[in-house]
């Protein structure tokens, strides 16, 4: 995959220090990985470069909202992403990747992308299971949502369903049980 000429930072001109890099992130991004879940997007990305001598110091903030799906209705909605991340790039012998927040690059390297950190950072930051804010607080007025509560088991006081009768065969059963 080609890198995204905007997400590079040329570390090597930069003064020892922090320095800031923002950067505004919309559904064009996700689309250059081919990562069609987002219905759009609207999220803003701060790094913070902290500059030493012997390393360099990332702290990713990333806030703002993606409009996905939701599992339940497949109705859109804005999901709001807030969340951080801390990387440590160190100089070696050659590229090693294989820590979560510990990127070592080789000696002569003079710039670092980092789009792939922050697409990895915003998709991991939505739930695993979308659900629509309508849905928990019962507002959303959903055809699917009013089909489901249809076609859903009615419960009477003993937690049974009303629609099907009990087998005489379990009563004989649960006789087992309180005859000790």
């Not at 959903?142 to 419960?155: G, M, Q, T, Y």
Request: charged letters at 30%.
């Amino acid at each position: 995959m080609k890198s995204l000429s905007e997400f590079t930072i040329p570390f090597v001109g930069l003064k020892n220090g922090t320095h800031l890099f923002e950067y505004k992130i919309d559904k064009a991004f996700f689309e250059h990985f081919e990562y069609e879940d987002f219905n759009d997007v609207n999220i803003k990305v701060n790094v913070i470069l902290n500059k030493k001598t012997t390393l360099l110091e990332l702290h990713f903030e990333v806030s703002g909202d993606v409009n996905i799906n939701c599992d339940v209705t497949n109705e859109p909605y804005d999901q709001d992403i807030n969340t951080g991340f801390d990387l440590v790039v160190k100089f070696g012998n050659e590229f090693d990747d294989e820590h979560i927040d510990i990127l070592i690059i080789p000696h002569g390297e003079y710039e670092i992308n980092i789009q792939q950190y922050i697409y990895e950072l915003i998709v991991l930051a939505v739930p695993i299971k979308r659900i629509h804010p309508g849905v928990k607080d019962g507002t959303l007025d959903s055809d699917i949502l009013k089909k489901l509560e249809e076609l859903s088991p009615k419960l009477n006081k003993n937690g049974q369903t009303n629609d099907e009768e009990i087998d005489p065969r379990w009563d004989t059963l649960k006789k087992l049980l309180t005859d000790k």
